[in-house]
């Protein structure tokens, strides 16, 4: 049986499976990780990291690049 945990994504309460990666939540947001940042529980991650576990309470931004031009 899989079990799942609360995280808070982008500041909302979420319910996920266990064993879901950081890339699993960019990829359920239909980004692309190679143009988000992401900060788990506060901190800067790191994309070589993006395969982090996530655990109960983890706290995850995800927010988009917008390339600006002028």
Known sequence: M???IEI?????K????EGKTV???IQSLSLNP???MVMLNSELLL??????SLKEEDEL????????GG
Do not use: C, H, W
């Not at 931004?61 to 600006?68: D, K, M, S, V």
């Open 34 to 36: 190679q143009r988000v």
């Open 23 to 25: 890339e699993d939540m």
């Open 47 to 52: 994309r070589t990291k993006y395969s982090y």
């Open 14 to 17: 979420k319910m996920v499976k």
């Open 2 to 4: 899989v079990s799942s």
């Open 8 to 12: 808070k994504l982008n500041g909302e």
């Open 61 to 68: 931004e995800i927010l988009p690049f917008f390339a600006a």
